[in-house]
């Protein structure tokens, strides 16, 4: 079954609001997450990686202030475009691992965004 | 960091035929990872295969990790393997990196 769900599915806004989208983990307490972003026909690129209690780690060429990551407990992590504009519009993943270094990590079934 | 690099980009069988994916990466790995995304985007776990070799039905995978690279074997192909494949490696204290993906399609 599903190990990380996220909400919502599919979100269409207009330039210049904000969009938040979830993600949780359902069957253990992921200290670490991380996002994902999908342009159409490319591969996965991360974007940021999101510790339980600190802030998150952003990749290079991803703006902090514009991608907002809010880990706010064991089971859940946030990410908030701000202002969004249509080259914002993309496929949004979110993953999880457990603690350590050789476990599987799991996806989720992503939040495809479009900015109108 | 680490590169991931996929062969071929992409592939076109015939129902029936057989497939073999291949994936390098750049240094020594403490995960790597297959997968399967659907037409919804979700992403299927394959194979989790730092190392040796592993079987699912008419999937299997072989990573040398000495060597850098991982192959994905896929028999008897079916219209409903179609889709994105791809490989990702993590080394320690970091996320999965994903190579660029081979584009199947099956046609009947």
Partial sequence: GAVVSQH????????????????RSLDFQATTMFWYRQFPKQSLMLMATSNEGSKATYEQGVEKDKFLINHASL???????????????SF???????????????????TRLTVL | GIQVEQSPPDLIL?????????????DSVNNLQWFHQNPWGQLINLFYIPSGTKQNGRLSATTVATERYSLLYIS??????SG????????????LI???GTTLSVSS
Avoid: M, W
């Fill in chain 2, 14 to 26: 015939q129902e029936g035929a057989n497939s073999t994916l291949r994936c390098n990466f750049s």
């Fill in chain 1, 75 to 89: 089971t859940l992590s946030t990410l908030t475009v701000t202002s969004a504009h249509p080259e914002d519009s």
């Fill in chain 1, 8 to 23: 919502p599915s599919r979100v269409i806004c207009k330039s210049g609001t904000s969009v938040k989208i979830e993600c």
């Fill in chain 1, 92 to 110: 949004y993943i979110c993953s999880r691992r457990r603690r350590g270094n050789t476990d599987t990590q799991y996806f989720g079934p992503g």
């Fill in chain 2, 76 to 81: 008897s192909s079916q219209t409903t393997d």
């Fill in chain 2, 98 to 100: 994903f190579g660029k």
């Fill in chain 2, 84 to 95: 994105v494949y791809f490989c990702a490696a993590y080394q320690a204290g970091t996320a």
